[in-house]
Nanobody, 123 residues
Framework: QVQLVESGGGLVQAGGSLRLSCAASGRTFSSYAMGWFRQAPGKEREFVSA????????TYASAVKGRFTISRDNAKNLVYLQMNSLKPEDTAVYYC????????????????WGQGTQVTVSS
């Protein structure tokens, strides 16, 4: 079992940056691959990025590739999502999640979820 708490969301102008954090507690953090997902109003939850247990492998959705960077600090039980060049279409609730899979882009493969943090990008 692992508990996840996201932070760092907020209101930012288009072109700006935010860094989201996800703090994990419970079972050994490094035994999970981690992912970020987002859900905009009226839309399905979608994959954003994922990182392997060691942090050596990452993957991104095409919509954020080159603008977002995922990273993790296993010593601090934290995973981050650095978001640059933000666009209004990035507006959503962002969720971090943990999985026993090595690296996953499918929400059904994630067993543990945080409560989400709101990101709003104004034009």
């Amino acid at each position: 079992q692992v508990q996840l708490v996201e932070s760092g969301g907020g209101l930012v102008q288009a072109g700006g940056s935010l860094r989201l954090s996800c703090a994990a507690s419970g079972r050994t953090f490094s035994s999970y691959a981690m992912g970020w997902f987002r859900q905009a109003p009226g839309k399905e939850r979608e994959f954003v990025s994922a990182i392997s247990r060691s942090g050596g492998s990452t993957t991104y959705a095409s919509a954020v590739k080159g603008r977002f960077t995922i990273s993790r600090d296993n010593a601090k039980n934290l995973v981050y999502l650095q978001m640059n060049s933000l666009k209004p279409e990035d507006t959503a609730v962002y969720y971090c999640a943990a999985t026993d899979y090595a690296l996953a882009a499918i929400s059904e493969r994630y067993d543990y979820w945080g409560q989400g943090t709101q990101v709003t990008v104004s034009s």
